[in-house]
């Protein structure tokens, strides 16, 4: 019995993709990457197109690691996205301040905005297929974040970066990606924001859902109000940064007060030799409801991208804590499929 392919079940649904990180851009990860070509037909770059590694100061671009990731894309036959143009985290200081140190004013951002733009999707013209545009622009509530964008430019800042990234290529997919998206006020606020870009005749292409997803968090009927939702505003829905985590969250487990102790860290790590039956057993089930929540509306969703591939290199090791043994993907430490891979070919066969 050979593994079932991930993207051969889904193939005439939804890509199925992983977020790649410098390791198997490099090709340093090898073993890695023979699963990523097996099992995926879409890449996302976990890290190297970020502001601050592209553009770590102005006008000084540093492209090798996007350019190997996008070669590696066109080697083999990959749908390429691109991750991610304008977002307040990891955005380099300088971006916001001028040489001596003040912030800079609206008309200063717009250019850098368009410059750092225009530069990037530019470049990978024809090439890189669809653009994550802005990124985490909305709070829970559903106001807009008061990153230094928004402080800047208000909302206009969403608005310019949808338009320089056309601009940059016409033919490129443009979307907004966040998280929480099951969230009813961020539902809406994201819904009022699409609205706005549409109604002034810019390209929004699709909405990408992160599914950075717990055991309890989100409801599955709540990330499907938002599916419909979203689908219903005429563009495509992504399934973007699959991940689900069996460990505790510090909001329900250890409390803050003791949040630089042994004893905190520990009760955020409590599988560190590998998940009970039971645990492991609830994850492919959790997964499963998810997965088939995704086939049922496999005609608004056109991608699933895990955020990464194996448990191994995953971000949820170092989050919210660092060195944690977590367990959030569709490949385990070993390389091999997880039960969740066997039990999704008998979903679909
Ligand atoms: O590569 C450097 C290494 O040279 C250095 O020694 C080390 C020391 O800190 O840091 C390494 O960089 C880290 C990088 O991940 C690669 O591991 C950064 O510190 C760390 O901040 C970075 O975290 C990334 C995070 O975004 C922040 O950019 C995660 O890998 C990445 O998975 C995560 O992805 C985000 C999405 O882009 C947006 N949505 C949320 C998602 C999870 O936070």
């Given at each position: 019995e050979t593994d079932p392919?991930?993207?051969?079940?889904?193939?005439?649904?939804?890509?199925?993709?992983?977020?790649?990180?410098?390791?198997?851009?490099?090709?340093?990860?090898?073993?890695?990457?023979d699963l990523l070509q097996r099992?995926?037909?879409?890449?996302?770059?976990?890290?190297?197109?970020?502001?601050?590694?592209?553009?770590?100061?102005?006008?000084?671009?540093?492209?090798?690691?996007?350019?190997?990731?996008?070669?590696?894309?066109?080697?083999?036959?990959?749908?390429?996205?691109?991750?991610?143009?304008?977002?307040?985290?990891?955005?380099?200081?300088w971006f916001f301040t001028d040489s001596q140190g003040r912030e800079v004013s609206a008309r200063v951002l717009k250019q850098r905005m368009e410059t750092h733009i225009k530069t990037l999707v530019g470049r990978y013209k024809g090439r890189v297929h669809g653009w994550d545009v802005v990124n985490e622009a909305i709070l829970d509530d559903g106001s807009y974040r008061k990153s230094k964008f928004y402080q800047i430019l208000g909302e206009e800042f969403i608005h310019l970066a949808f338009q320089f990234a056309h601009e940059a290529d016409p033919e490129a997919a443009l979307y907004y990606n966040d998280y929480s998206m099951a969230?009813?006020?961020?539902?809406?606020?994201?819904?009022?924001?699409?609205?706005?870009?549409?109604?002034?005749?810019?390209?929004?292409?699709?909405?990408?859902?992160?599914?950075?997803?717990?055991?309890?968090?989100?409801?599955?009927?709540?990330?499907?109000?938002?599916?419909?939702?979203?689908?219903?505003?005429?563009?495509?829905?992504?399934?973007?940064?699959?991940?689900?985590t069996v460990l505790p969250s510090p909001g329900n487990q250890a409390g803050a007060e003791i949040s630089d102790?042994?004893?905190?860290?520990?009760?955020?790590?409590?599988?560190?030799?590998?998940?009970?039956?039971?645990?492991?057993?609830?994850?492919?089930?959790?997964?499963?409801?998810?997965?088939?929540?995704?086939?049922?509306?496999?005609?608004?969703?056109?991608?699933v991208t895990t955020w990464g591939v194996t448990d191994r290199q995953s971000w949820k090791n170092n989050w919210p804590v660092r060195g944690r043994t977590d367990y959030p993907l569709l490949f385990g430490r070993d390389q091999l499929p997880k039960p969740i891979v066997h039990a999704l070919r008998k979903l679909v066969t």
């Open positions: 392919q991930l993207k051969e079940l889904f193939a005439g649904k939804f890509y199925v993709g992983a977020a790649m990180n410098r390791r198997q851009i490099t090709g340093e990860d090898a073993q890695t990457i099992h995926f037909n879409s890449i996302t770059p976990e890290n190297v197109m970020k502001s601050e590694r592209i553009q770590p100061r102005e006008g000084e671009f540093s492209f090798d690691l996007a350019d190997a990731f996008v070669a590696f894309g066109e080697k083999n036959g990959l749908h390429i996205v691109g991750h991610t143009l304008i977002w307040h985290s990891q955005a380099p200081d969230n009813p006020g961020k539902r809406k606020g994201v819904i009022a924001m699409v609205r706005a870009l549409q109604e002034k005749g810019l390209r929004i292409d699709g909405i990408g859902m992160q599914g950075h997803i717990g055991m309890r968090y989100p409801s599955l009927e709540e990330f499907e109000k938002s599916i419909v939702s979203f689908a219903d505003l005429g563009v495509t829905v992504m399934i973007t940064e699959l991940d689900l102790t042994k004893a905190y860290r520990d009760a955020l790590n409590p599988y560190t030799d590998g998940l009970p039956e039971e645990v492991s057993a609830a994850f492919t089930q959790r997964y499963l409801d998810f997965f088939r929540l995704f086939l049922k509306h496999a005609d608004k969703i056109s991608r």
